[in-house]
């Protein structure tokens, strides 16, 4: 297959995190993490690491032997300049490796705090020209737009040698690599800013010029499937590109697991020369088990049609379904137990559950359940309850049931 080992293409496997419990949940599998900070990003929501935490988290990092990239992506406003230096200052002294920006004013302050420079997929380069004038700006790395067909990559790939990224899995904006302002237009909330409301996955109606409502199938008429390239990673590598971004600052820690193992297995079979596409089958179907919208392969293969819609789904397409549960109390570490308050619903044994927090990721099935000093089968919601635990939790981590349909 390949006849030169030494000379292939082995792109880094760039994951996204927010947060401690999502690093160590792909520490093992990814190559680079990026991630944001509660501010001057488009994903605000991400509030876990913060300018006071960076260099412990940045620490933790490079402990585990990856490369960590900050993303400060959203628009600068005059007001914001100020913020900008402080934030660019406290990633220069925490020694981020590169900080993803598109907008010249964080791209030439970062050059003057001697940051590394990663161009943000919102610049929307779709052209080796493009790319270039990001070079001669001290820049190493383009996101390129995600418009772009693998061929045009190709094309690209010919006439930069600057680092190509692109994104090969996870959540597809409608307005893709553009800036959006329908959050902002329609609830005052700017996607430009970090605070996008999704207005793209609400149920749309469609009509007609004389106000007839138009009888259609489905009813999420502007919800983009999520893109999954996982079946196509030969060709993505020999097309070379150096890194594969995996969309999912906002996932939780399962999500970034299983992502994350599922790639690196395609990688290290691509490497290996044993990739296979019956093994990337089943790796595929377990991708599906993670909260995703229906799979597409994006703009790499040509415009999408309608199969590039989710318009039949609410959301979420996986099987498995995250239901909450309840809230952490306190963690009894010599019994390994941990008090629960069952907020939302009830708990049984036998039922399986993830303890999530800012530091933690739990994944187990329930095996006994304590109430009043008694040991029982159920408890309904409401109550407080004693219960078996197979790592550290901590007070106030979220509990939740999986259930699958």
């Not at 880094?12 to 990003?41: H, I, P, W």
């Not at 229906?294 to 309608?306: I, N, R, V, W």
């Not at 989710?310 to 239901?323: F, I, L, T, W």
């Not at 099935?365 to 040991?375: L, P, R």
């Amino acid at each position: 297959m390949h006849k030169d080992k030494k000379n292939m293409n082995i792109p880094e496997l760039t994951m996204g995190v927010r947060n401690l419990a999502a690093l160590r949940a792909c520490k093992d599998q990814a190559d680079a993490v990026y991630f944001s900070l509660d501010r001057l990003s488009l994903r605000a929501r991400a509030q876990d690491i913060t300018p006071d935490n960076l260099a412990e988290f940045v620490e933790e990092v490079h402990e585990y032997g990856l490369k960590g990239y900050l993303t400060v992506n959203s628009v600068i406003y005059p007001d914001d300049i100020q913020e900008l230096n402080n934030v660019l200052e406290t990633a220069a002294t925490a020694e981020v490796d590169a900080i993803i920006a598109w907008d010249p004013a964080a791209i030439i302050k970062a050059a003057d705090h001697d940051l590394k420079i990663h161009i943000s997929t919102q610049a929307n380069v779709s052209n080796q020209e493009s790319a270039n004038f990001y070079k001669s700006l001290g820049a190493s790395r383009v996101v390129l737009a995600r418009e772009l067909s693998l061929e045009q990559i190709r094309e690209i790939r010919k006439d930069t040698d600057i680092e190509l990224e692109t994104f090969i899995h996870g959540a597809m904006c409608q307005a893709v690599s553009g800036r959006c302002y329908l959050s902002a237009y329609l609830l005052g909330k700017s996607g430009n800013c970090g605070e996008c409301s999704q207005p793209c996955r609400w149920e749309w109606s469609l009509h007609s010029d004389n106000g007839a409502i138009v009888d259609i199938e489905g009813k999420y008429l502007i919800s983009a499937k999520d893109l999954c390239m996982i079946e196509h990673i030969p060709e993505l590598a020999e097309a070379g590109i150096n890194s594969f971004k995996v969309e999912g600052r906002l996932k939780n820690p399962g999500y970034t697991s299983t992502v994350s193992k599922c790639y690196r297995q395609a990688l290290d079979d691509y490497k290996n020369e044993t990739f296979d596409l019956e093994k990337i089958r089943v790796l595929k179907e377990e991708l599906s088990r993670e909260y995703n919208r229906g799979f597409s392969t994006g703009f790499y293969f040509g415009y999408p049609g309608p199969d590039g819609l989710a318009s039949e789904s609410d959301m979420n397409a996986s099987p498995v379904k995250r239901e909450a549960v309840g809230v952490v109390l306190n963690y009894f570490p010599k019994s390994k137990a941990a008090s629960i308050r069952l907020l939302e619903q009830g708990l049984d044994v036998g039922d399986n559950i993830i303890i999530e927090g800012n530091t933690t990721y739990v994944e187990q099935e329930v095996t006994s359940i304590v109430h009043e000093g008694e040991n029982v089968n159920g408890v309904e919601k409401g109550y407080e309850i004693g219960l078996k635990v197979e790592d550290v939790v901590r007070k106030n981590d979220r509990v939740f049931k999986t259930n699958e349909a």
